[in-house]
T-cell receptor, first 112, second 113 residues
Framework: NAGVTQTPKFQVLKTGQSMTLQCAQD?????MYWYRQDPGMGLRLIYY???????DKGEVPNGYNVSRLNKREFSLRLESAAPSQTSVYFC???????????FGDGTRLSIL | AQTVTQSQPEMSVQEAETVTLSCTYD???????LFWYKQPPSRQMILVIR??????QNATENRFSVNFQKAAKSFSLKISDSQLGDAAMYFC??????????FGKGTRLHILP
């Protein structure tokens, strides 16, 4: 049972480089999410997609773009990485309508 | 905008004792849902319990139960008979009907043997 798969698991970038984090789920879920987790800050919602073809901003969308490529895949792009974007990124999915989220294992991203 | 506040950054409890983690939230919506998630050192996010706002009855899952006070916008988690495996970060989360889900900053729970 794959669930939610994130790639890569680790990445180091230089300031100004671009990067796309990939996320795929095999549970036929409608909703998908990207969060970042920083010490003392909990999980903060970057973007979410309530259904295929729609995306909405979360709490901290600046510096990021997303694409809901199809029902399975939801990617997060950093166009010009900044040290403030060093974090652990989690992708999640849910069936929507009160159902709980299933999370990927996270991507640890360091920007030098 | 909705917010979720966990006022206890860290807590400790003796093994086999009971502990309550606090969570308050702010919303103007009447229809929403609430969750508690656990994050052990493995970094996995694990659902502990969920509650739908329209339900008066407090949710229970084995040793885990909630005290949902809708008027006070409070959603606390009680862990009974604490076990060493309960040591983790606990996050309270709020979800609205647009499927937007936001989290509190978390409470780190230590279990003392």
């Amino acid at each position: 049972n794959a669930g939610v798969t994130q790639t890569p698991k680790f990445q180091v970038l230089k300031t100004g480089q671009s990067m796309t984090l990939q996320c795929a789920q095999d549970m036929n879920h409608n909703s998908m999410y990207w969060y970042r987790q920083d010490p003392g800050m909990g999980l903060r919602l970057i973007y979410y997609s309530a259904s295929e073809g729609t995306t909405d901003k979360g709490e901290v969308p600046n510096g990021y773009n997303v694409s809901r490529l199809n029902k399975r895949e939801f990617s997060l792009r950093l166009e010009s990485a900044a040290p403030s974007q060093t974090s652990v990124y989690f992708c999640a999915s849910s069936q929507g309508e009160n159902q709980p989220q299933h999370f990927g294992d996270g991507t640890r991203l360091s920007i030098l | 905008a909705q917010t979720v506040t966990q006022s206890q950054p860290e807590m400790s409890v003796q093994e086999a004792e009971t502990v309550t983690l606090s969570c308050t939230y702010d919303t103007s919506e009447s229809d929403y849902y609430l969750f508690w998630y656990k994050q052990p050192p493995s970094r996995q996010m694990i659902l502990v319990i969920r509650q739908e706002a329209y339900k008066q009855q407090n949710a229970t899952e084995n040793r885990f139960s909630v005290n949902f006070q809708k008027a006070a916008k409070s959603f606390s988690l009680k862990i009974s008979d604490s076990q060493l495996g309960d040591a983790a970060m606990y996050f309270c989360a709020y979800g609205d009907r647009d499927d937007k889900i936001i989290f509190g900053k978390g409470t780190r729970l230590h279990i003392l043997p």
